[in-house]
């Protein structure tokens, strides 16, 4: 049986969060030479709307491209927690924006809190990199490809005057995410 890891990125449409899976499809393709496949749906409102990313990452072609039993999610919003976070298989995880998702919907699966939002506000002091910060933590808690390709993935997909910015953002949310799981 091949291996095969899904994560599922959730919040407002227009958060970036489809970047982020894009991003995390990259760095598993491109940079880890890896097996990924990337899909995404938007609410019926796409801008402010709950929608989701889902990134599935294997050793081998991926014969079905949607998420089936989601490893690890991502919820930005208590609108994306309600609608998104199912599917999670027993022992997975969810990490939740603990400003804007403050309550988990029950489940078999850990359950991480993380101010995404905030952090993205009063430490890098721009809102946009929030999904970075996202990343970076997903990445962190997952291990689903290396610190290094994640960076990398994320640099490659940003214009020169914002590659500080978002060295940062990732590093931040890396770094925070470790420290939840220590």
């Known amino acids: ?30 940079v880890e ?10 609410g019926p409102e796409a801008r402010g709307g709950a929608s989701k990313s889902e990134v599935i990452i294997g050793d081998a072609p991926i014969d079905y491209p949607k998420a089936t039993v989601v490893d690890a999610c991502l919820a930005m ?8 976070a199912n599917g999670i298989k027993s022992g997975g995880m969810l990490l939740l924006d603990s400003d804007f998702a ?10 991480y ?26 990445i962190a808690m997952t291990g689903v490809v290396s610190r290094e390709a994640g960076e990398k993935a994320v640099l490659a997909k940003v214009p020169e005057a914002f590659v500080d910015l978002n060295k940062k953002a990732y590093a931040l949310g890396f770094e925070k995410a470790a420290e939840l799981l220590a």
Do not use: C
């Open 1 to 30: 049986m091949a291996e095969r890891y899904e994560i599922r990125f959730s919040g407002a449409g227009g958060q970036g969060l489809i970047t982020a899976g894009i991003i995390l499809a990259e760095a598993a393709s491109i």
């Open 33 to 42: 030479g890896k097996h990924a496949v990337q899909s995404q749906s938007y």
């Open 77 to 84: 919003t208590q609108e994306a927690a309600d609608k998104y």
């Open 102 to 111: 403050p309550n988990a919907p029950e489940g078999d699966f850990k359950v």
């Open 113 to 138: 809190y993380l101010p995404i939002m905030r952090l993205a506000k009063t430490e890098i002091g721009r809102e946009i990199v929030a999904n970075v910060i996202a990343l970076g933590a997903m």
